[in-house]
């Protein structure tokens, strides 16, 4: 049969004027426009999935097409996507297209998007092959390899066809690297881990020297991306800072980077953050006699003619005093931006963990004369213990190790805390008794120095009493900034991003799961380590532990397990939910209007369903998951490498068996969507308002006697504004959870893209998927609406629990669940 043609459109685009970045870039793209004259070309050539070079060795692959190429490229656009057609030669023996190998000769690189072949003889329907990849020039020092695309369709490692075995495995090579350290260029494909040495800066300054967090005893930690920069020149241990200026220096995988609206858009939402929200607010201090405090409420809400008002005083403009109530104090523990702390109080008084050997006597001076009074006609503390009536906000252990360091080397001044909360017959919780700790001023091993404060509204006690609540805020804003957010999304999910492009095929369907749940993670995390968790960093600045911030990460990390972070896990570890066979999903709630629990568990067993069916039409028996190579290799890199210090089997599931594949598999799904958008999206909505979070304290609780507290006497809201967040680093802050907050243009919701799977099965499994949580958005609609029977949804403040309705809108919306960790 004499040779056909097969039709084919190939999406590209070009690299614009704006992403040549300097001389050296510039000067490329001339010699690139030179290069298109001379007619380098663009090329394509089609693999063969089924027709091998040599039907007796398959490690030669599959048979290859002659190259097509990309013509006219000059006279196209330098900005959107280009469509051009191609027609590839085809005959009867070449088999089935599986792969298209790319060469690019031209000197810049090329966003290859997508190739669709139209008639594919033999062939129902088109055979699409999704790139979504820069591809850099062919033929230099660090690119001397064709790069390989895969035909939109999935093998388990056994069913790979012949022809394309050779590809599968070169390309896992490929992205695995060769192990060495040279450090890695933007060309660069290579994934791979490394400790997080590169926070300090002591060549800067000996004082921005930190720790290496990873591969000790002292400070574990989860791996980075490797990027193989040389030591710095006064600490061999700390890995120097990327040459040039300007953000977006740190290396990752080229495909990891924000793509080009997204960077844009980041830059000038920063750019514009600066000028408007940190130096017009400064300008107008001029005139202020204490430029850099407030003085009262009333110079807070002056922001906001430059900053967009916070949800939690929009509907309080006038008088804004809902955020003060102890109602709300105590919602937002079960609905605010940071629901993963509070827990069931099993025992009165609290006791501490913390070794006594080294720290001394630190269990709780809370007594019961202190809240007997306030328990709504409960007999004794020992009923309501009984009963499942009091909770506990706890901030003592976490923070008494470094609160002498803390309080000495750093401008913080500052408490550990307990909380105790009673849950009332409406169903909300309010707030009985804080304590407040220091260390013993003779040393560690004699135990805490504590004071218990109890509920007041009026005069000095009132006062006292909303110090009390201000300095748990402070405590539970690093918590949630530091734990909940950073370590325990971002830094956790960092390796999985790694082994995932290691060990596992983009022809995995394992790959094709969880893909989508990572992107721009890598790109948002290399951030962090250049502009907000690197020493003297945003976070550094604005939160209480200061200098000790990552450091203190660390040591949460020791007690971190990645099977507690399965929501139903986590709840029952903190006593939250109980199993009963005759609710629904088989757990109960012990606070029954508890909005992040509601709406998590039911987006939980969603996500775990849709992943169900998904890993069962791939893996029929639990022999299918212990003979997959690199689905094991994947796990056993994932825990003895990524979390290699943490690889005790007792963390971690052995991946054995279907069961534990889909456990898996749904708890990184979980983590990298609608855990990370429940702590994430609504840091401006409550911390916005710097007097409802404060992030730091710089002086300690007024003690009569003292200048302060006459001070607190005469003008408390001076006083309270004297003691907690100055303006300056309000400021700061502000600017930080703003930019964090925000939804981008182009996010891609959970179960909101349309995907064409590899069998109808799956499409129908998908399409429940997507009808399932279209149902638990419209439930979240009605709850919301109902204030009377779910009163913990709205609260004094009047804002709706919607951090975990999945469909978003752009900017400051407080809603919507993305895919993957993508700021």
């Known amino acids: 049969m004499p040779n056909q043609k097969i039709q084919a459109i190939v999406t590209a685009a070009k690299k614009t004027e704006a992403e040549h970045n300097d001389f050296g870039d510039k000067l490329s793209g001339i010699l690139t426009f030179f290069q298109e004259l001379t007619n380098n070309k663009i090329s394509l050539r089609l693999v063969s999935a089924d027709k091998t070079v040599d039907p007796n060795n398959i490690e030669l692959g599959g048979k290859i097409g002659e190259a097509v190429y990309l013509e006219k490229w000059v006279q196209r656009p330098n900005h959107g996507d280009i469509e051009f057609d191609v027609n590839f030669d085809w005959n009867e023996d070449f088999g089935t297209p599986g792969a298209i190998l790319v060469q690019n000769h031209h000197n810049a690189e090329f966003y290859l998007k997508s190739v669709e072949l139209k008639n594919v003889p033999g062939h129902q329907g088109p055979i699409k092959f999704t790139c979504e990849s820069w591809v850099y020039s062919w033929g230099k020092d660090y690119n001397k390899t064709d790069r390989v695309f895969f035909a939109d369709k999935t093998y388990l490692p056994h069913e790979t066809p012949t022809g394309l075995f050779k590809y599968r495995e070169e390309e896992l090579r490929t992205l695995r690297g060769n192990g060495k350290d040279e450090e890695l260029k933007e060309s660069d494909r290579v994934y791979d881990y490394a400790k997080y040495n590169d926070l300090g800066d002591p060549d800067t300054s000996l004082a921005l020297q930190r720790p290496v967090l990873g591969g000790s005893v002292m400070f574990p930690y989860p791996r980075r991306g490797r990027t193989s920069r040389k030591p710095s020149n006064t600490d061999k241990n700390t890995e120097s800072k990327p040459a040039g200026v300007g953000i977006f220096k740190i290396y990752i995988p080229r495909d990891e980077r924000f793509r080009r609206s997204k960077k844009l858009e980041f830059q000038n939402n920063s750019f514009r953050s600066f000028l408007n929200h940190r130096a017009l607010p400064k300008i107008t201090e001029f005139f202020d006699p204490t430029p850099d405090e407030f003085d009262s409420l009333s110079d807070v809400d002056k922001l906001y003619s430059t900053y967009p008002v916070p949800q939690v005083i929009q509907a309080d403009r006038d008088k804004p005093s809902a955020w003060r109530t102890d109602e709300e104090f105590a919602r937002e523990m079960l609905a605010g931006v940071n629901p993963l702390v509070i827990r069931l109080l099993k025992e009165f008084p609290p006791t501490s963990k913390l070794d006594p050997y080294l720290y001394g006597n630190q269990n709780s001076t809370i007594t019961e004369q202190h809240i007997q009074h306030n328990l709504e006609g409960v007999s004794c503390v020992k009923e309501a213990v009984e009963s499942s009536r009091l909770f506990i906000l706890d901030h003592h252990d976490t923070v008494m190790p470094y609160l002498r360091r803390i309080n000495h080397d750093t401008s913080t001044k500052t408490y550990a805390s307990r909380t105790i ?188 369903e ?162 399932r949580l279209d149902n638990i958005e419209s439930d979240i609609i009605i709850k919301n609406d109902n204030g009377e029977k779910f009163k ?32």
């Open 421 to 608: 909360l009673f849950l009332k017959n409406d169903g909300t919780l309010k707030p009985v008794a804080i304590e407040l700790s220091l260390p013993h001023p003779e040393g560690d091993r004699f135990g805490a120095v504590s004071r218990v404060y109890t509920p007041a509204e009026h005069g000095i006690e009132g006062s006292i009493w909303q110090f009390a609540k201000a300095f748990v805020a402070i405590n539970d804003c690093g918590h949630h900034q530091l734990i909940s957010h950073w370590l325990n999304t971002h830094a956790v999910l960092e390796p999985f991003i790694i082994a995932t492009n290691r060990q596992l095929s983009a022809l995995h369907p394992i790959y094709k799961l969880l893909h989508p749940h990572y992107r721009d993670t890598m790109a948002i995390n290399a951030l962090a380590r250049e502009v907000l968790i690197n020493a003297d960093g945003l976070v550094e600045k604005t939160f209480y532990p200061g200098k000790y911030s990552l450091e203190l990460t660390s040591i949460i990390y020791k007690d971190w397990n990645f099977l507690d972070e399965a929501l139903p896990n986590d709840l029952k570890k903190r006593g939250i939910a109980v199993d009963d066979v005759n609710s629904p999903n088989g757990l109960r709630l012990l606070i029954e209007d508890y909005p992040f629990a509601i709406d998590g568990l039911e987006i939980w067993f969603a996500i775990e």
């Open 610 to 771: 849709w992943v169900r069916d998904y890993c069962s039409f791939y893996y029929k028996t639990d022999e299918m998951v212990q003979k997959d190579p690199e689905l094991q290799a994947w796990w056993k890199e994932l825990v003895e490498v990524g979390h290699g210090d943490k690889k005790e089997e007792k963390w971690w599931p052995k991946m054995q068996n279907c069961k534990e594949l889909i456990q898996c598999c749904t708890i990184i799904v979980w983590i990298a969507s609608a855990l990370h958008a429940s702590v994430n999206f609504g840091q401006y909505a409550y911390g916005g308002y710097s007097p409802n979070r404060p992030t730091l304290s710089r002086r300690f609780m007024p003690e009569e006697g003292t200048p302060e507290y006459v001070e607190l006497e005469k003008n408390p809201e001076k006083a309270f504004f004297n003691t907690i967040t100055s303006v300056d680093q309000s400021l700061a802050g502000m600017s930080l959870v703003e930019t964090l907050s925000k939804q981008s243009p182009d996010e891609a919701y959970l179960g909101k893209e349309d995907h064409d799977w590899d069998a109808e099965t799956l499409n129908k499994a998908y399409k429940k998927f997507q009808d």
């Open 792 to 823: 913990n949804r709205v609260g004094p403040v009047k804002v709706p629990y919607t951090l975990l309705y999945r469909t978003g809108e752009v900017g400051l919306s407080g809603k919507g669940i993305p895919n993957s960790i993508s700021i």
